[in-house]
């Protein structure tokens, strides 16, 4: 289709939110969490907690909007890497996929024994009034590295050996493949690596799997957002220019602010087609960022 034929299509259908996929990244205790928890304001959000780090949404939403988040909690392990096999089945299914709630293993045969509880989810009927949040590829690439090594016991491994590494790779890749196909919003949360060049400048970058797996994972997403500690607040940059030593950026060009600015940021401004402005000067001249996130406590 022409581009002009899409832009007019997308005017006609009105603020449009296309499938998008979000990075949210920074340091332990950065907030990163606490500021995906507030799409649940506006949003469904099916939340994947393979981090243990669900409690923080108590503290950091309003209880008037936890009926909006449905949360999937993984146990995972080096012997049972649940975190990765039960999200890749709920982010590539076509099929219902039936979660066992104490384990967040599918089809649990424990727990159909046990009758115990089971939760049945279908990402492939989804729309953009639902964002799916995967916390954190942090924990994701531990389980897919546990999946392609061979388990002893405790404190005994084989020898991880680049066909670990090879595995890790094809399990994550396979991952991305199934969020990028999702008929509604994705987002992860990710820790942050310090990346070294040649030239001993530095650049911060998400992490996910091996090292070089890392440098090229942000490209994997329309929106990459940094969050820190600057001048005792949690600041969150979404702006490319803004933060010249990390890697950030919205495909939209959403300046996040505020909470309410974080709820636009998959809207596709029909409005301002074709009047973009993309300003290239001395990055020397470039900011340090500085906005709040919203009141937050711990991740």
Request: hydrophobic share 35%; aromatic share 10%; net charge neutral.
């Given at each position: 289709?022409?581009l002009?034929?899409f832009?007019?299509?997308?005017?006609?259908?009105?603020?449009?939110?296309l499938?998008?996929?979000?990075?949210f990244?920074?340091?332990?205790l950065s907030?990163?969490?606490?500021?995906?928890a507030q799409?649940?304001?506006?949003?469904?959000v099916i939340?994947?907690?393979?981090?243990?780090?669900y409690n923080?949404i108590?503290?950091?939403?309003?209880?008037?909007?936890w009926g909006?988040?449905?949360?999937?909690?993984?146990?995972d392990?080096p012997?049972y890497?649940?975190?990765?096999?039960?999200s890749?089945?709920?982010?590539?299914?076509?099929?219902?996929?039936r979660v066992c709630?104490?384990?967040?293993?599918?089809?649990c045969?424990?727990c159909?024994k046990?009758?115990?509880g089971?939760?049945?989810?279908n990402?492939?009927?989804l729309?953009?009034?639902?964002?799916?949040?995967?916390?954190?590829?942090t924990?994701?690439?531990a389980?897919?590295f546990a999946?392609?090594?061979n388990?002893?016991d405790?404190?005994?491994?084989?020898?991880?050996?680049?066909d670990n590494?090879?595995k890790?790779?094809?399990?994550?890749?396979?991952?991305f493949?199934?969020?990028?196909?999702?008929p509604c919003?994705?987002?992860a949360?990710?820790?942050?690596?310090?990346r070294e060049h040649?030239?001993s400048?530095?650049?911060l970058?998400?992490?996910c799997?091996?090292?070089?797996?890392s440098?090229?994972?942000a490209s994997?997403?329309?929106?990459?957002?940094?969050?820190?500690?600057y001048n005792?607040?949690?600041?969150?940059?979404?702006?490319?220019t803004?933060?010249?030593?990390?890697i950030?950026?919205s495909?939209?060009r959403?300046?996040v602010?505020?909470?309410?600015?974080?709820l636009?940021?998959?809207?596709?401004?029909?409005?301002?087609?074709g009047?973009?402005?993309?300003?290239f000067?001395?990055?020397?001249?470039?900011?340090?960022?500085?906005?709040?996130?919203?009141p937050?406590t711990?991740e």
């Amino acid at each position: 289709m022409n581009l002009n034929d899409f832009a007019a299509q997308l005017i006609s259908d009105g603020n449009l939110e296309l499938p998008q996929m979000a990075l949210f990244y920074g340091a332990p205790l950065s907030g990163k969490t606490s500021l995906v928890a507030q799409f649940a304001r506006r949003y469904k959000v099916i939340w994947i907690d393979c981090d243990n780090k669900y409690n923080s949404i108590f503290t950091a939403l309003p209880q008037e909007f936890w009926g909006n988040v449905d949360l999937i909690v993984i146990k995972d392990d080096p012997q049972y890497p649940r975190a990765i096999e039960t999200s890749m089945k709920l982010l590539r299914s076509k099929n219902p996929v039936r979660v066992c709630n104490a384990h967040g293993t599918v089809d649990c045969i424990a727990c159909i024994k046990s009758k115990a509880g089971m939760s049945t989810y279908n990402f492939s009927t989804l729309d953009t009034n639902t964002i799916v949040v995967l916390d954190s590829l942090t924990a994701i690439s531990a389980s897919a590295f546990a999946k392609s090594s061979n388990w002893k016991d405790d404190f005994h491994f084989e020898y991880k050996e680049f066909d670990n590494y090879n595995k890790q790779t094809l399990w994550l890749n396979t991952l991305f493949a199934g969020a990028k196909q999702l008929p509604c919003h994705f987002v992860a949360i990710s820790h942050e690596a310090e990346r070294e060049h040649e030239d001993s400048s530095s650049l911060l970058t998400p992490t996910c799997g091996t090292k070089g797996y890392s440098t090229s994972i942000a490209s994997k997403f329309h929106h990459v957002l940094h969050c820190k500690i600057y001048n005792l607040k949690h600041v969150v940059n979404s702006v490319s220019t803004k933060e010249p030593n990390a890697i950030t950026g919205s495909v939209n060009r959403v300046e996040v602010k505020d909470t309410e600015s974080l709820l636009t940021l998959f809207k596709v401004k029909v409005t301002e087609l074709g009047k973009a402005n993309l300003q290239f000067g001395d990055p020397a001249n470039a900011t340090t960022p500085t906005t709040p996130i919203p009141p937050t406590t711990r991740e």
